[in-house]
């Protein structure tokens, strides 16, 4: 008779399958186990593989009222739980790039010294890329871009400065090599946040003026317009996100809404790109969504991105009393609330929930080692 | 009607409906090799009657349309797991063998919640893993991640 005590065996293919069903923390844990279990768990396709499962969060970054109002702490959100990660280095760091394969790079847009850190939420891991000064004066402000070539898997940095005199671009590629210019960058430069599907990176910036999005090829590393139809799709204003949803790029237009004015938002899908072709879907949200408006102007009530599959997030604002989100299911057309109580890990004392422009992303439970891709070992 | 035969000889005899569900079978099936009773060869009678009472409850329920259907099934599957370790891993083998892909998500699901606790040494145990790391290099994966061990 068998019993509990005695080990299975199954085979390895077998094993690793269930390994991709557990939380990250464990499979940390695990790698000690044996040769063979910690091989398998920092192999990227092991993680890719994880990741297809895994449940994503947010990471948001809000001023710290302890200190002077420009430092900042990171959040993260996830099941159920607020929590106050300790990420060091970056004295003001504030900006989160988006989140490429549940990892982010942090970094603070005034900072001359152009640091970037890498930052893997779910295991906790920080990496600091060698420093870079650049090379002409009047460093005004830097914005860095997160990207991955899934044909050589390989990470790439991009980023955009500026001194005054137009706009530079450079790129990195992780693991290796220095900082690389790269020529043909819209001369306007890239202030929204861009977003990594498939092999490029997409921003809006283009939208409204030039009827197109940017997009960026990040194995050939070469920019090119995505163009849309004038008239395709109408903006109502400047309060509007663009968010990946089900493996398309979607506009979320928040305008009605932050400006009081309706309780509809309306989601422009990207359907085809090819044909510049956008749909449009009227969002009626129920009356417990809507923010009431920040007594601070020139901070927006209500943000949005997608963290599951055929759902939006709607993120406040400013978070009066509990860290909450709201969670819209676009085929039942029904919303619920979701909170995360504060971490009893943390002091939550200089609590100052207010979220700043460039402080959020949704990023999914990665076992991605930061260290292996960045060839420190 | 098709009949199943266990690796001990015991045999089943299920509705086409249901043999569909199970993916090789379904394959054997399309491409005329299987006859009036077909072999599984690496399933015990036992495990057997298990994925088959499985796919039955899951054929029945068809598509839960209403939440409480499916809250309904949902519940059953969670009783339908409360099995022995040893059992539960052999229906895991005979789910990837005969290609249920539901079954085989919640008994991997059940597997990784019971194990995700433990200690690397008790993983070893479960397993039956012989640990072939050195004193020092297994005290470098622990400080590397040691928040994880707390």
């Given at each position: 008779?068998?019993?509990?005590?005695d080990?299975?065996?199954?085979?390895?293919?077998?094993?690793?399958?269930?390994?991709?069903?557990?939380?990250?923390?464990?499979?940390?844990?695990?790698?000690c186990?044996?040769?063979?279990w910690?091989?398998?768990?920092?192999?990227?396709?092991?993680?890719e593989?994880?990741?297809?499962?895994?449940?994503?969060?947010?990471?948001?970054?809000?001023?710290?009222?302890?200190?002077?109002?420009?430092?900042?702490?990171?959040?993260?959100?996830?099941?159920?739980?607020?929590r106050?990660?300790?990420?060091?280095?970056?004295?003001?760091?504030r900006?989160i790039?988006?989140?490429?394969?549940?990892?982010?790079?942090?970094y603070?847009?005034?900072?001359?010294?152009?640091?970037v850190?890498l930052?893997?939420?779910?295991t906790?891991?920080?990496?600091?890329?060698?420093?870079?000064?650049?090379?002409?004066?009047?460093?005004?402000?830097?914005?860095?871009?997160?990207?991955f070539?899934?044909?050589?898997k390989?990470?790439k940095i991009?980023r955009?400065?500026?001194?005054?005199?137009?706009?530079?671009?450079?790129?990195?590629?992780?693991?290796g090599?220095?900082?690389?210019?790269?020529?043909d960058?819209?001369?306007?430069?890239?202030?929204?946040?861009?977003?990594?599907?498939?092999?490029?990176?997409?921003?809006?910036?283009?939208?409204v003026?030039?009827?197109?999005?940017l997009?960026?090829?990040?194995?050939?590393?070469?920019?090119?317009?995505?163009?849309?139809?004038?008239?395709?799709?109408?903006l109502?204003?400047?309060?509007w996100?663009?968010?990946?949803?089900?493996?398309?790029?979607a506009?979320?237009?928040?305008?009605?809404?932050?400006?009081?004015?309706?309780?509809?938002i309306?989601?422009?899908k990207?359907?085809?790109?090819?044909?510049?072709?956008?749909?449009?879907?009227?969002?009626?949200?129920p009356?417990?969504?809507i923010?009431?408006?920040?007594?601070?102007?020139?901070?927006r009530?209500?943000?949005?991105?997608?963290?599951?599959?055929?759902?939006?997030?709607?993120?406040?604002g400013?978070?009066?009393?509990?860290?909450?989100?709201?969670?819209?299911?676009?085929?039942e057309?029904?919303?619920?609330?979701?909170?995360?109580?504060?971490?009893?890990?943390?002091?939550?004392?200089?609590?100052?929930?207010?979220?700043?422009?460039?402080?959020?992303?949704?990023?999914?439970?990665?076992?991605?080692?930061?260290?292996e891709?960045?060839?420190l070992? | 009607?098709?009949?199943f035969?266990?690796?001990?000889?015991?045999?089943?005899?299920?509705?086409?409906?249901?043999?569909?569900?199970?993916?090789?079978?379904?394959?054997?099936?399309?491409?005329?090799?299987?006859?009036?009773?077909?072999p599984?060869?690496?399933?015990?009678?036992?495990?057997l009657?298990?994925?088959?009472?499985?796919c039955?409850?899951?054929?029945?329920?068809?598509?839960?349309?209403?939440?409480?259907a499916?809250?309904?099934?949902?519940?059953?599957?969670?009783?339908?797991?409360?099995?022995?370790?040893?059992?539960?891993?052999?229906?895991?083998?005979?789910?990837?063998?005969?290609?249920?892909?539901?079954?085989?998500?919640?008994?991997?699901?059940?597997?990784?919640?019971?194990?995700?606790?433990?200690?690397?040494?008790?993983?070893?145990?479960?397993?039956?893993?012989t640990?072939?790391?050195?004193?020092e290099?297994?005290?470098?994966?622990?400080?590397?991640?040691?928040w994880?061990?707390?």
């Amino acid at each position: 008779m068998k019993n509990d005590q005695d080990p299975v065996s199954i085979p390895d293919d077998l094993s690793f399958e269930i390994l991709t069903y557990l939380p990250v923390k464990s499979l940390l844990r695990f790698k000690c186990v044996c040769q063979k279990w910690r091989y398998v768990i920092s192999d990227p396709s092991f993680a890719e593989a994880h990741r297809s499962r895994s449940a994503a969060a947010l990471l948001i970054s809000v001023p710290n009222m302890s200190s002077h109002y420009m430092m900042s702490s990171l959040v993260s959100l996830k099941d159920g739980e607020a929590r106050r990660p300790i990420v060091p280095v970056l004295p003001y760091h504030r900006n989160i790039s988006q989140s490429v394969n549940g990892f982010v790079c942090i970094y603070q847009h005034y900072d001359p010294s152009l640091r970037v850190l890498l930052y893997n939420p779910s295991t906790r891991e920080h990496v600091t890329l060698p420093s870079t000064a650049v090379e002409n004066l009047g460093f005004r402000f830097h914005c860095i871009t997160l990207g991955f070539d899934p044909s050589t898997k390989t990470y790439k940095i991009l980023r955009v400065w500026t001194g005054g005199r137009g706009f530079n671009y450079q790129i990195f590629t992780l693991g290796g090599g220095a900082w690389r210019v790269i020529n043909d960058g819209p001369f306007n430069g890239l202030t929204r946040k861009g977003i990594c599907l498939d092999g490029s990176i997409y921003w809006a910036d283009n939208l409204v003026m030039r009827n197109s999005i940017l997009a960026f090829d990040v194995g050939e590393e070469k920019f090119r317009s995505v163009p849309t139809p004038p008239g395709a799709l109408a903006l109502k204003g400047i309060e509007w996100d663009m968010i990946e949803i089900d493996g398309h790029i979607a506009i979320v237009d928040l305008h009605d809404v932050v400006e009081s004015i309706s309780n509809v938002i309306i989601m422009w899908k990207f359907e085809d790109p090819i044909n510049g072709v956008w749909n449009q879907k009227r969002i009626l949200l129920p009356k417990f969504c809507i923010p009431k408006p920040l007594p601070f102007t020139g901070y927006r009530p209500l943000f949005v991105t997608s963290i599951d599959s055929g759902e939006l997030t709607l993120i406040p604002g400013q978070f009066f009393s509990d860290w909450y989100v709201f969670r819209y299911n676009l085929e039942e057309g029904k919303a619920r609330k979701e909170v995360f109580s504060r971490s009893p890990e943390n002091d939550w004392n200089d609590d100052f929930p207010l979220i700043e422009f460039c402080g959020l992303c949704a990023y999914k439970e990665s076992v991605i080692s930061l260290r292996e891709i960045c060839r420190l070992l | 009607m098709i009949t199943f035969k266990s690796y001990d000889g015991e045999t089943f005899d299920i509705d086409e409906t249901v043999a569909v569900e199970l993916k090789t079978i379904k394959h054997m099936m399309e491409d005329g090799c299987a006859g009036n009773e077909i072999p599984v060869p690496n399933v015990t009678g036992k495990i057997l009657a298990k994925v088959i009472e499985y796919c039955k409850k899951h054929v029945e329920s068809g598509k839960a349309e209403d939440q409480a259907a499916s809250d309904d099934l949902k519940a059953w599957d969670a009783d339908f797991v409360k099995v022995d370790q040893a059992t539960l891993f052999d229906i895991i083998l005979a789910a990837n063998y005969l290609d249920i892909k539901s079954l085989l998500d919640l008994t991997c699901q059940t597997v990784a919640d019971m194990i995700k606790g433990k200690t690397p040494e008790e993983i070893r145990r479960t397993f039956g893993i012989t640990n072939d790391f050195t004193p020092e290099e297994e005290e470098g994966i622990r400080r590397e991640n040691q928040w994880a061990f707390e």
